[in-house]
């Protein structure tokens, strides 16, 4: 038999010296410890995950450094592209979930990608993109 296990992990103190944060981003973490210190009901499994964004901004704004075109690219920018990006594929992975699930499968697979590809107009720029 397997037994679950607790764990609370504490918060890390946000440094300046963090080329990850984004300068709104320590006003949410203060005001989301209040709210999640005021309402402790069970244990605590995991903590919530209070980045703003989940991609590593320092790759993201090296991505966007390879670029020829582009010579500065401002924290702001990085932020927003890599939102973007997160969004984008949250968008692309529910589509082809839906796939996945009409195989009756739980797990996404190539092929469901590329039938959300195929399918959805919005995705049109992709086709051709995983064949190689």
Known sequence: MSSNVAV????????????????????????EAEVDNNHQTGPVVAAPQ?????????RIKALMKADPDVSLASQESVFIIAKATELFVEMIAKDALVYAQQGKRKTLQRK????????????AFLEGTLDA
């Open 8 to 31: 609370a992990i504490a918060p890390v103190a946000p440094t300046e010296s963090d080329p990850e944060r984004c300068e709104g981003e320590e006003e949410v973490r203060g005001n």
């Open 50 to 58: 209070n980045r703003l964004a989940k991609l590593p901004l320092s």
């Open 112 to 123: 469901d990608l590329d039938n959300a590809i195929e399918a959805i107009d919005e995705f």
